[in-house]
């Protein structure tokens, strides 16, 4: 019998400003404010919410996180996308933020990729699924020249 999960609720970032980042993060993803942690005088959370796919993206000033965790470079969810055009949005929105960005990165049957780093150097992660997206398993090495080469058996073990 299944646990019961649906889906991510929310994914919760550490941010430096949080004025800063709530303002990025709603120019590049349209997303809309629905919560706020008021603590010692100042707001220090705040939820955003993109409504047509019920994602909540919480940020919380670094300051007031335990152990004041930093994400540099570092890709802690992906996003995923309708469409390839959707990329070249999100790269005009990102340029108008000067976030930095890489390139679309073509993943040949499972799609392409593209990372957008928000204001602390935490890398957003936008995935485009084809129709022709393999199911089942699949383990993905990567060549020297970043392009994946796919495999159909697991190659980490149960054992302990």
């Known amino acids: 019998m299944p646990l019961g999960i649906n889906k ?3 994914v919760k970032l550490p941010v430096t400003d949080l004025a800063k980042s709530v303002a990025w993060y709603r120019q590049l993803l349209d997303l ?3 919560f706020e942690f008021y603590e010692e005088d100042a707001v220090r959370g705040v939820v955003l919410l993109e409504p047509n796919a019920d994602l909540h993206i919480a940020l919380r000033e670094r300051a007031y996180c335990a152990s004041h965790p930093h994400l540099n470079d570092f890709d802690a969810f992906a996003l995923e996308v309708d469409s390839l055009d959707t990329f070249t949005e999100l790269i005009k929105r990102a340029d108008e933020l ?3 960005h890489g390139e679309i990165h073509d993943r040949g049957p ?3 990729a593209l ?3 928000d ?3 935490t890398v957003i992660r936008f995935l485009y699924e084809p129709d022709t997206y393999p199911i089942g398993f699949a383990g993905l090495e990567f060549g020297p ?5 796919g495999y159909e058996q697991p190659r980490l073990s149960d054992k302990s």
């Open 8 to 10: 991510i609720r929310q």
């Open 32 to 34: 809309q404010p629905v």
């Open 98 to 100: 000067g976030a930095p």
């Open 110 to 112: 499972y799609g392409a």
């Open 115 to 117: 990372d957008i780093s």
């Open 119 to 121: 204001p602390d150097g």
């Open 145 to 149: 020249d970043g392009t994946p080469i």
